[in-house]
């Protein structure tokens, strides 16, 4: 079946570092999101990504689709201590009948 | 207003026991889904329901009963908990949910603990 993978599990940064997690799914991917979960909260929406290649900003966070449609990147540039949480990239295949398939996360910490 | 609502927040229940939690959007979703989330953060999709109908059913084990009696509702009751039923659930709803449309964003409910001892 569909399978996400993200990477790293775990960082740690000093806050002013930046930091990127990356995703890569074993199938092409339709659309591909990301989800931020503060510890204790629920996932929250980020962002979708829809085109090859596209490149999206928030501020601080820059989200890349591959080309191929099947990897991700998430960077954020000069974290903060409120950039602290998981990042979840999730991708929906484009086989009939799938649902969104979340990778494992990236816990990032960040120390002042 | 709450957009996607669970109840219980926390559970607490003996190995055997059956409960159940309740999840509520107010969205106007026609797809409503239950993931679980185990000790490790792993998001994983139990089911899916778009307008009461079951459309995803992830190899969940058949204690394991989703019912939703309207769009807007989606429960889920568990019978003979075990030990590896503690996680938290999570409740979500989205506009669509069928693959080859736009999925859009997943709105997830705040979760409900529950630890079976």
């Known amino acids: 079946g569909q399978q996400v993978m993200q990477i790293p599990q775990y960082q740690h940064v000093q806050e002013g570092e930046d930091f990127t997690t990356y995703c890569n799914s074993s199938?092409?991917?339709?659309?591909i999101q990301w989800y931020k979960q503060r510890p204790g909260g629920h996932p929250v929406f980020l962002i979708q990504l829809v085109k090859s290649g596209e490149v999206k900003k928030q501020k601080r966070l820059t989200f890349q689709f591959g080309e191929a449609k099947k990897n991700s990147s998430l960077h954020i540039t000069a974290t903060q201590t409120t950039d602290v949480g998981t990042y979840f990239c999730?991708?929906?295949?484009?086989?009939?009948?799938?649902?969104?398939?979340f990778g494992k996360g990236t816990t990032l910490s960040v120390s002042s | 207003d709450t957009a996607v609502s669970q109840t219980p927040k926390y559970l607490v229940t003996q190995m055997g026991n059956d409960k159940s939690i309740k999840c509520e959007q107010n969205l106007g979703h026609d797809t409503m889904y239950w993931y679980k989330q185990d000790s490790k953060k792993f998001l994983k999709i139990m089911f899916s329901y778009n307008n009461k109908e079951l459309i995803i059913n992830e190899t969940v084990p058949n204690r394991f009963s989703p019912k939703s009696p309207d769009k807007a509702h989606l429960n889920l009751h568990i019978n003979s908990l075990e030990l590896g039923d503690s996680a938290v659930y999570f409740c979500a709803s989205s506009q669509a949910g069928l693959a080859g449309t736009n999925t859009g964003e997943l709105f997830f409910g705040e979760g409900s603990r529950l630890t079976v001892l």
């Open positions: 999730a991708g929906l295949s484009d086989q009939a009948g799938t649902a969104l398939i």
């Open positions: 199938t092409t991917l339709s659309n």
